[in-house]
């Protein structure tokens, strides 16, 4: 149990377009979801926490407005990145958890590239 | 500032062989530990966690060890199988279960040699 889909696995688009990425807990429901951008040779930085049915919770450094997070269901999470440019290329991954006593379990991550 | 630590960028192991994979943690504020496994093109997968209220945990053939008083963490994989061959993240939270924030090292690379 605890499977987590993140689609797409791979995108690449042009500067200035918008890329939605969606995180699925499979077999339960997350009230919470995370998502993480790795860029190379660095750790997974935490971007943002996204509860269902509230706003997310952004760390500091990361644009909200650039990067849209909506939870609207206990299965769904979407990540859209808005007006991406080159700098926004990297690795993205989610990740969900069951409940508070359970760990979090992670997508297979996006790889999205910019050009 | 980074927090937690995998100062191994890599590791090579003889199958058969005791794999030991080292974390180091600045915050003394973690309270629960992690490690996650990760394929190339794959999510990283949960494997073992350890309790800030404790010095060992074990799950068949992995062990993590906690030096508190060090802010060091270990894993160790015994007998190592050519399985094992990933990256190995070491993560730390200041919540219970890890279910909120967690902060990553940077991964060493596992390979085993059969």
Redesign the interface.
Known sequence: GAV?S?HP?WVICKSGTSVKIECRSLDFQAT?M?W?RQFP??????MA?SNEGSKATY?QGVEKDKFLINHASLTLSTLTVTSAHPEDSSFY?C?A?R???????????TRLSIL | D?Q?KQNSPSLSVQEGRISILNCDYTNSMFDYF?W?KKYP??????LI?ISSIKDKNEDGRFTVFLNKSAKHLSLHIVPSQPGDSAVY?CAASGT????????????TRLTIIP
């Open positions: 987590v993140q696995s919470t995370f993480y040779k660095q750790s997974l930085m935490l926490t760390e991954i990740s958890r409940d508070s006593n359970q760990p979090q379990h992670f997508g297979d991550g | 980074q937690v992690l996650y093109a794959e999510g990283p997968t949960f966690s993240f219970t279960f890890g279910n909120e924030k967690l902060t990553f090292g940077t991964g």
